[in-house]
């Protein structure tokens, strides 16, 4: 398999700070970060592995709360790096979590 770890993850114009940043069991590396105007929660994200996955999240609000989010991560070229949001808003952090632990998180 080919190097992709200096692929750039390198903040857009439109971030206001990065959240998150960690590679998948499933070799999905990830890159979260919050919006300026919208405070939404998007991801950068490379996914190499020839199959999509959705990827799920315990995560904490700004407010002190608790919620949960998740994002389809789309199979990437060895090259690319793609964008998508995550389903949930306003956060600070996000964890990611197995399906099975996040249909028992109760947020």
């Known amino acids: 398999m080919a190097d992709t770890s200096q692929l750039v993850f390198d903040l857009p114009k439109d971030a206001s700070h990065s959240i998150a940043s960690f590679t998948t069991s499933e070799g999905v590396r990830v890159r979260a970060y919050v919006e300026?105007?919208?405070?939404?929660?998007?991801v950068?994200?490379?996914?190499?592995?020839?199959?999509?996955f959705?990827?799920?999240?315990s995560t904490r609000k700004k407010?002190?709360?608790?919620?949960?989010?998740?994002f389809l991560?789309?199979?990437?070229?060895?090259?690319?790096?793609?964008?998508?949001?995550?389903?949930?808003?306003?956060?600070?952090?996000?964890?990611?979590?197995?399906?099975?632990?996040?249909d028992t998180l109760n947020y």
């Open 36 to 42: 300026k105007v919208s405070w939404t929660t998007q």
């Open 44 to 52: 950068l994200y490379h996914n190499p592995t020839g199959r999509s």
């Open 54 to 57: 959705i990827l799920y999240f």
């Open 63 to 70: 407010d002190g709360s608790s919620s949960k989010g998740s």
């Open 73 to 102: 991560a789309n199979i990437c070229k060895l090259d690319e790096v793609k964008k998508n949001s995550v389903s949930a808003s306003n956060l600070v952090s996000l964890k990611q979590v197995d399906k099975s632990t996040w």
